[in-house]
């Protein structure tokens, strides 16, 4: 099963930031926490993935909190292409790093 | 393109049949996963290869199914007698053990209607 519990949908205005939240309370101290997304019919993308620090790259921010406890999913300026379904997932990373997918968060990106 | 690749996109086959689906990784990445993903939900693993070795099998993978990687390049996923409950999308993804992000680069799935 799934680590990490997420909100199954939320809106977004486009051109504003969108915030996903995500809690994995049982998150081990070598765990990643991984984002990705999957737009309508196609396979998933990765995002962005961090340990403790809080990341950063060309697509969006990741903030985790201090006891690692949650994290949450900046896109700063949200755009109609990120709708998508977004995951949230906990992985030890390198040779154990199937992921264990849950049933993510559906952002809807509104005009 | 040098993204992951699958073939064939769709498939559709009538229960009892066998099926296999290919996959071709991005060049270079010794990782290899396969996934399946039903309506309304995330991607289950099914099995992982580093290089041409079946390290990890999930439970979901029954008898009927098998994998294999024979050069350490593309696989296969064959599924025998198929079942109704077979149907679904299935996804390739690959990754590099040297990349620091670890990041998996998924296909765009093979979509397997059983009917």
């Known amino acids: 099963d799934a680590k990490t519990t997420q909100p199954p949908s939320m809106d977004c205005a486009e051109g504003r930031a969108a915030n996903l939240p995500c809690n994995h309370s049982t998150i081990s101290g070598n765990e990643y926490v991984y984002w990705y997304r999957q737009i309508h019919s196609q396979g998933p993308q990765y995002i962005i993935h961090?340990?403790?620090n809080n990341e950063t790259n060309e697509m969006a921010s990741l903030i985790i909190t201090e006891d690692r406890k949650s994290s949450t999913l900046i896109l700063p300026h949200a755009t109609l292409r990120d709708t998508a379904v977004y995951y949230c997932i906990v992985s030890y990373g390198g040779s154990q790093g199937n992921l264990i997918f849950g049933k993510g968060t559906k952002l809807s990106v509104k005009p | 393109d040098t993204g992951v690749s699958q073939d064939p996109r769709h498939k559709i086959t009538k229960r009892g049949q066998n099926v296999t689906f290919r996959c071709d990784p991005i060049?270079?990445?010794?990782?290899l996963y396969w996934y399946r993903q039903t309506l309304g939900q995330g991607p289950e693993f099914l099995t992982y290869?580093?290089?041409?070795?079946?390290?990890?099998k999930s439970r979901l993978l029954s008898d009927r199914f098998s994998a294999e990687r024979p050069k350490g390049s593309f696989s296969t996923l064959e599924i025998q007698r198929t079942e109704q409950g077979d149907s679904a999308m299935y996804l390739c993804?690959?990754?590099?053990?040297?990349?620091?992000?670890?990041?998996?680069?998924f296909g765009p799935g093979t979509r397997l209607t059983v009917l």
């Open positions: 961090g340990l403790k």
């Open positions: 060049s270079e990445h010794n990782r």
């Open positions: 993804a690959s990754s590099s053990r040297e990349a620091n992000r670890d990041e998996q680069f």
């Open positions: 290869f580093q290089n041409e070795a079946q390290l990890e």
